[in-house]
């Protein structure tokens, strides 16, 4: 084992030698490609011995034969290329998905084009190719299948005999139907104190100097009043009713003309008039009684009552007390009016021993049947039963009172209220003023083609013109045509009086109805019309 380790260390040396002398003698190695065959291998390793013996011994350089040693190769040495590392990408946070906008398409340019005008050449129409429509087969459906009903057992009750009521007997003249009881208010002696008012007006600065003047004009206790305004409300309808009293609308050319035939339909229908007969029928003496005293025809009486309250059936939803005081001390432009109406309402009530706060009015604080403001109470009012005290709430005192107004205002006995014109040809009397503030007189009015169509008026007289659906009606109005616009100034309201009156006498006193003679009805188509009206 040793020895062939010597041998090997040998070997090495030997060729470490050979290299040496190479480089030393030609200054490069050169390689041999052609082969060269050594002769003998053992005398070179003897050679090899002493030239070993010699470098260690001298360290002399081996001189070795170039034939005998094979030229090595030049080896290059190997590149190990260096493992590069590995380039990580660095983490990136996933976008959010964002919807992608819609796809608008961009709009057309649209690019003006001259035409040139041609001239038309004829051609002829090309026929168009008559298509045939389709025909559809419908198929009439499958029957559904019929489905026996379930028969639920009904307990069936015993029968028992049924109350039925007996039939009211036919009357020829209508019935009084108004609401169940007129609202009458009665004599009372609650009393009222407070020394500080509260309430709806409790700031209110025009309140408080109402109940110093009634103190000191009429000697009212201060906590009277005070106790009675603060139990006063303001609602918010007569608030709204206090505004637009405050703030008319102002009329423009622009402005619809009002329309008679829907004004009519409020108060000339089949309840009015029921009512009207029924109430003439119950209160007859009376009505004749006032009649006679006045000179006011019944029919007049019983047409202003109607168009009021309907004889009581509608005296107004609100206490007299709120409306007077709302309308007094919260409307800027009548509220002086108002005041004047609410000291005398106050009183009133303090002579007939009203309480206050029970009697309803209208939003203006018009009281009774009748309608009366607080002041006209005093003025026209009449105790028509005789018990003492004028109640307008009773139909007696009523009767008398509205028939004492007419008459005071100028009423004229035997005169109608207004008469149908009829044209005589001409338009003139278009340009005339119409409604109860103008004048007229009957020569006038004939000079530019309107007549009335029979007499009954005299004087200076009104020409009434009115706005319907189907066209202007004409009437002339005489004096007791302006008495009723004082009880409501308005042309359509005095009309509808009249005409309501009208239909009443029709029904109470048929005989007595004016009727326009044949002569009359034959020169004019619309009093021919009214005359077959009125017969059948």
Same mark, same amino acid.
């Given at each position: 084992?040793?020895?062939?380790?010597?041998?090997?260390?040998?070997?090495?040396?030997?060729?470490?030698?050979?290299?040496?002398?190479?480089?030393?003698?030609?200054?490069?190695?050169?390689?041999?490609?052609?082969?060269?065959?050594?002769?003998?291998?053992?005398?070179?390793?003897?050679?090899?011995?002493?030239?070993?013996?010699?470098?260690?011994?001298? %360290?002399?350089?081996?001189?070795?034969?170039?034939?005998?040693?094979?030229?090595?190769?030049?080896?290059?040495?190997?590149?190990?290329?260096?493992?590069?590392?590995?380039?990580?990408?660095?983490?990136?946070?996933?976008?959010?998905?964002?919807?992608?906008?819609?796809?608008? @398409?961009?709009?057309?340019?649209?690019?003006?084009?001259?035409?040139? @005008?041609?001239?038309?050449?004829?051609?002829?129409?090309?026929?168009?190719?008559?298509? %045939?429509?389709?025909?559809?087969?419908?198929?009439?459906?499958?029957?559904?299948?019929?489905?026996?009903?379930?028969?639920?057992?009904?307990?069936?009750?015993?029968?028992?005999?049924?109350?039925?009521?007996?039939?009211?007997?036919?009357?020829?003249?209508?019935?009084?139907?108004? @609401?169940?009881?007129?609202?009458?208010?009665?004599?009372?002696?609650?009393?009222?104190?407070?020394?500080?008012?509260?309430?709806?007006?409790?700031?209110?600065?025009?309140?408080?100097?109402?109940?110093?003047?009634?103190?000191?004009?009429?000697?009212?206790?201060?906590?009277?009043?005070?106790?009675?305004?603060?139990?006063?409300?303001?609602?918010?309808?007569?608030?709204?009713?206090?505004?637009?009293?405050?703030?008319?609308?102002?009329?423009?050319?622009?402005?619809?003309?009002?329309?008679?035939?829907?004004?009519?339909?409020?108060?000339?229908?089949?309840?009015?008039?029921?009512?009207?007969?029924?109430?003439?029928?119950?209160?007859?003496?009376?009505?004749?009684?006032?009649?006679?005293?006045?000179?006011?025809?019944?029919?007049?009486?019983?047409?202003?009552?109607?168009?009021?309250?309907?004889?009581?059936?509608?005296?107004?939803?609100?206490?007299?007390?709120?409306?007077?005081?709302?309308?007094?001390?919260?409307?800027?432009?009548?509220?002086?009016?108002?005041?004047?109406?609410?000291?005398?309402?106050?009183?009133?009530?303090?002579?007939?021993?009203?309480?206050?706060?029970?009697?309803?009015?209208?939003?203006?604080?018009?009281?009774?049947?009748?309608?009366f403001m607080p002041s006209n109470i005093k003025k026209y009012g009449v105790d028509y039963d005789g018990d003492g005290a004028v109640n307008l709430w009773t139909p007696h005192d009523a009767i008398g009172s509205i028939a004492n107004y007419l008459s005071k205002h100028g009423w004229r006995r035997g005169e109608i209220a207004a008469i149908p014109a009829r044209r005589t040809g001409g338009s003139g009397y278009s340009s005339l003023n119409s409604g109860f503030k103008y004048k007229h007189s009957l020569s006038t009015l004939a000079r530019k083609?309107?007549?009335?169509?029979? @007499?009954?008026?005299?004087?200076?007289?009104?020409?009434?013109?009115?706005?319907?659906?189907?066209?202007?009606?004409?009437?002339?109005?005489?004096?007791?045509?302006?008495?009723?616009?004082?009880?409501?100034?308005?042309?359509?309201?005095?009309?509808?009086?009249?005409?309501?009156?009208?239909?009443?006498?029709?029904?109470?006193?048929?005989?007595?109805?004016?009727?326009?003679?044949?002569?009359?009805?034959?020169?004019?188509?619309?009093?021919?019309?009214?005359?077959?009206?009125?017969?059948?």
């Amino acid at each position: 084992m040793n020895s062939k380790r010597r041998y090997f260390q040998i070997a090495c040396l030997a060729s470490i030698s050979v290299l040496l002398g190479a480089c030393s003698s030609s200054g490069e190695l050169k390689t041999d490609t052609t082969p060269k065959v050594v002769a003998k291998s053992a005398p070179v390793v003897v050679a090899q011995k002493d030239n070993i013996n010699k470098l260690f011994a001298k %360290k002399a350089p081996a001189v070795v034969a170039k034939k005998v040693v094979k030229a090595t190769p030049k080896i290059r040495p190997v590149i190990v290329a260096k493992a590069k590392p590995v380039a990580r990408k660095a983490y990136v946070k996933p976008k959010t998905y964002v919807k992608p906008k819609a796809y608008v @398409p961009p709009k057309p340019i649209v690019v003006a084009v001259h035409k040139v @005008p041609t001239s038309k050449v004829y051609s002829r129409p090309v026929a168009k190719p008559v298509v %045939k429509p389709k025909v559809v087969v419908h198929r009439p459906a499958a029957p559904a299948k019929w489905v026996k009903p379930v028969v639920v057992a009904q307990r069936v009750a015993p029968k028992r005999p049924v109350y039925v009521q007996p039939k009211a007997a036919r009357v020829q003249q209508a019935s009084y139907r108004p @609401p169940a009881q007129v609202q009458r208010p009665v004599v009372t002696s609650k009393r009222y104190s407070q020394s500080r008012l509260t309430g709806d007006f409790a700031s209110n600065y025009q309140a408080q100097a109402f109940i110093v003047m009634m103190s000191s004009r009429h000697g009212f206790n201060p906590s009277y009043t005070t106790g009675v305004l603060s139990k006063a409300k303001a609602t918010a309808w007569l608030k709204r009713q206090a505004y637009s009293d405050a703030n008319p609308k102002p009329k423009t050319k622009k402005s619809r003309p009002s329309n008679w035939s829907n004004y009519q339909k409020r108060f000339i229908t089949s309840r009015h008039i029921n009512a009207g007969t029924a109430f003439y029928n119950k209160y007859r003496r009376s009505l004749q009684r006032a009649s006679a005293q006045y000179g006011v025809p019944e029919e007049y009486i019983l047409g202003i009552m109607g168009v009021e309250t309907i004889y009581g059936g509608n005296v107004g939803t609100d206490k007299a007390i709120d409306a007077l005081a709302t309308m007094s001390f919260m409307n800027s432009r009548r509220g002086t009016y108002f005041a004047s109406e609410l000291e005398a309402y106050l009183l009133m009530t303090r002579r007939t021993g009203l309480d206050p706060l029970q009697p309803k009015a209208s939003w203006a604080g018009a009281l009774g049947l009748p309608q009366f403001m607080p002041s006209n109470i005093k003025k026209y009012g009449v105790d028509y039963d005789g018990d003492g005290a004028v109640n307008l709430w009773t139909p007696h005192d009523a009767i008398g009172s509205i028939a004492n107004y007419l008459s005071k205002h100028g009423w004229r006995r035997g005169e109608i209220a207004a008469i149908p014109a009829r044209r005589t040809g001409g338009s003139g009397y278009s340009s005339l003023n119409s409604g109860f503030k103008y004048k007229h007189s009957l020569s006038t009015l004939a000079r530019k083609g309107l007549k009335p169509s029979y @007499p009954g008026v005299s004087g200076q007289v009104h020409m009434v013109k009115l706005r319907t659906n189907a066209g202007n009606e004409y009437w002339v109005g005489g004096n007791n045509f302006y008495v009723i616009t004082r009880y409501n100034h308005s042309s359509f309201y005095a009309m509808a009086v009249h005409q309501l009156a009208q239909e009443i006498k029709k029904r109470v006193k048929p005989s007595s109805v004016r009727m326009p003679t044949v002569i009359e009805a034959s020169r004019d188509k619309d009093l021919l019309l009214q005359a077959a009206h009125v017969l059948l």
